[in-house]
């Protein structure tokens, strides 16, 4: 049936959003009881690697060394290497506000690189449903008094570039590798970073340890860690095999609406504007995703751009 191949795979990277939403509200519970950054990155990754390694061995996942498949762990060093740590430092010198304005910049990046990098065509309704999301991520998010100093802004506006870099090199290298390969790979080299940065920033005085102080933030931290990285980024390269960058790109506006569901459940009220924003968000990019799959023969988009 045309589309059906194409909308499963939307289904996937929907419910990569939905991770992502779930797991920005759990990290952040985290970070409040007082863990630093760095140091939570890492032990989310490694709760991620171990839980991806688990699966992979009962699912006895294949893992065949090959130069695309190097290409593609390095870009876990990208992302969330990378793209996560210049997020964090961006952070200490810019408001919440204006992070939330540069990140909202990520699908239309996306789109940006797709068109120039695999040549792909983005309908103009996709370009509209993706404007509407935003108006809707800005009334979901945004607070006035957004501010923050020149550098702050370059690396935020970095992690953006790396995330989005991402996306479209991740899309445009997958070949016949299984995504939990993939995703597996990536999550390592990802590790190994955020433990070299952790471990230079605490032997250098730049950063305190900041570990977890009991076994409940312990766990808390660990639980993150598989949903934002190991759940989050297995769907959606799973869901990039199926559907061009650019639309998967068009669909991360869910992120912020998740994260707010996932708020409302843990006790904090919204307001009718939030309300509303989400809303948007939640038209547009179905709209977006209606329009892709009814016009998209199914398995036209398995080989490589």
């Known amino acids: 049936m045309p589309g059906t191949t194409s909308y499963r795979h939307a289904q996937l990277i929907v419910a990569a959003t939905a991770c992502w939403g779930l797991g920005t509200v759990l990290s952040k519970r985290v970070l409040d009881q007082g863990v ?21 061995l009962l699912l006895r996942a294949p893992l065949h060394w090959s130069r ?15 793209a996560y740590a210049l997020g964090l430092l961006g952070l200490v010198t810019i408001s919440a506000s204006l992070s939330v304005l540069l990140w909202a910049t990520e699908p239309v990046l996306i789109m940006l690189l797709a068109v120039l990098l695999l040549r792909e065509q983005v309908a103009a309704a996709t370009i509209v449903a993706v404007a509407v999301a935003l108006v809707g991520v800005l009334l979901v998010l945004y607070q006035p008094g957004a501010s923050g100093a020149a550098g702050g802004i370059a690396l935020t506006l970095g992690a953006v570039t790396a ?3 991402y996306a479209v090199l991740t899309r445009w290298l997958l070949l ?21 940065l952790a471990a230079g920033a605490w032997l250098s005085g730049a950063s305190d340890p900041g570990l977890p102080a009991d076994a409940a933030t312990w766990a808390l931290a660990a639980a993150s860690g598989t949903v934002y990285y ?19 790109g068009s669909l991360l506006p869910l992120i912020p609406v998740f994260g707010l569901v996932a708020a409302y459940v843990a006790g904090d ?32 988009l398995d080989a490589k751009h």
């Open 230 to 248: 190991g759940l989050a980024f297995w769907l959606f390269i799973g869901g990039l095999r199926g559907v061009p960058a650019s639309i998967a």
């Open 269 to 300: 009220r919204l307001t009718d504007r939030q309300w509303t924003g989400a809303a948007l968000v939640v038209a547009a990019t179905a709209a977006a995703t209606a329009y892709h799959v009814t016009r998209q023969p199914a398995g036209s």
């Open 163 to 165: 995330c989005a870099f």
């Open 176 to 196: 016949d590798d299984s995504s939990l390969t993939v995703v597996l790979v990536q999550q390592v080299a990802a590790l190994t970073f955020a433990v070299v």
């Open 68 to 82: 695309s498949l190097s290409k593609l762990a390095l870009l876990g060093i990208l992302n969330p290497g990378v």
């Open 36 to 56: 630093a950054p760095l140091t939570l990155l890492a032990i989310e990754l490694l709760s991620s690697s171990l839980l991806l390694s688990m699966v992979a």
